[in-house]
């Protein structure tokens, strides 16, 4: 590990412990962490993936991938990964990066634009779940146009939230203008689907975070709570189970090491994040139901630490795709590879080839 990645984690864990507390992220469910984020921006952590050029720290992928499994870990109610990623992709773009909150919306399809000779876009229709849509700006795509729809613009908004009680509103938009700096065309070698690609990215290693918060939990609650005279850790049942979700949480990270990777090695990074995020998926799936056999009936009090990442594993586990498209586009792959499975399988990097 990187000197530069230390320092960056070491920073991201003080914040972290000191802003993003209980109280805090009950509250988050309908009032906008000020404090927490205010924190995390202090140490410039939106702009961290960003080029010195452009005012940001210049640090890697990997570097920001253990920052957002960090975020994951701390159930953190804002969206920090969103914002590290989105900065990074607009200034590839040629945007200028942005102080607050960005999330990505990939192209669902259902936002028209007009544009006026290149001097404004027209933006009508509505983008749906969109994360702390009322607070953030908007990363999102239109045929062959990256836009940045600005925080607090023209929208109606009708007020959602996810399982885990994250802001997830339906923005609508009639007739909003955008000047020409919030648009882009789409950078060589980008199309409709990497927005949602990054997107999967962020949310695998968010749920990897949160698995390795919830078998702690679990392994501090088996070894601490005495049953018939002895702690749960003591019986065989008990140390099967953590040891099938410590499998997993291994297999999950390993999964996303591998798509994180796929950036700086040339590999197909579609493909990569497509394997994470199903992986991750089902990990997520078999560790949180572990998790709350091992603690019983406090695992689901509001009170106790273990429902504020297990609620966000089984929301994460669908944006930017549930498992099953995720497993299609990966069947599709294979497929295209007529037949020779096992040649694709054994292949890695630019090898990678059937």
């Known amino acids: ?67 957002i499994r960090l975020s994951g870990n701390f159930a953190a109610p804002v969206p920090i990964g969103d914002t590290m990623v989105a900065n990074w992709l607009w200034s590839v773009a040629g945007g200028a990066p942005v102080a607050g909150p960005v999330v990505i919306v990939p192209d669902s399809g259902s936002i028209c634009t007009h544009d006026s000779a290149g001097r404004s876009t027209t933006l009508d229709g509505t983008l749906c779940g969109v994360p702390w849509g009322q607070n953030a700006s908007i990363l999102t795509v239109a045929g062959n146009t990256l836009i940045l729809i600005p925080a607090g613009g023209d929208a109606a908004c009708e007020q959602q939230h996810n399982i885990a009680g994250d802001p997830r509103p339906d923005l609508t938009f009639f007739n909003v203008t955008l000047d020409a700096d919030h648009t882009r065309p789409l950078p060589e070698g980008w199309d409709s689907s990497t927005l949602e690609e990054y997107g999967a990215l962020i949310r695998s290693a968010q749920m ?122 990966i069947g599709k792959r294979v497929l295209a590879g007529k037949g020779r499975i096992w040649d694709f399988i054994t292949a890695s990097g630019e090898d990678q080839k059937i």
């Open 208 to 329: 990897v975070g949160a698995m390795d918060r919830a078998l702690a939990l679990a392994v501090e609650h088996a070894n601490m709570r005495n049953q018939f005279g002895r702690p749960l850790a003591k019986f065989q049942a008990i140390q099967q189970q953590l040891a099938v979700a410590v499998e997993q949480v291994a297999s999950a990270a390993a999964a996303l090491d591998g798509a994180l990777a796929a950036t700086s090695n040339s590999a197909d990074f579609g493909f990569a994040v497509a394997v994470a995020k199903v992986i991750t998926g089902r990990a997520a799936t078999s560790v949180a139901a572990i998790a709350h056999q091992v603690h019983g009936a406090i695992g689901f009090s509001r009170e106790y630490d273990l429902q504020h990442v297990t609620r966000r594993l089984w929301a994460w586990r669908e944006e930017y795709g549930a498992e099953l498209l995720w497993q299609r586009r």
């Open 1 to 67: 590990m990187s000197e530069f990645k230390d320092i960056l984690i070491d920073q991201t864990t003080r914040v972290l412990k000191d802003y993003c507390n209980h109280e805090v992220i009950e509250a988050a469910d309908n009032t906008w962490p000020d404090a927490l984020w205010d924190a995390l921006a202090k140490i410039e952590l939106p702009l961290a993936l960003v080029d010195p050029d452009a005012g940001g720290a210049g640090a890697d992928l990997d570097d920001v991938g253990a920052l």
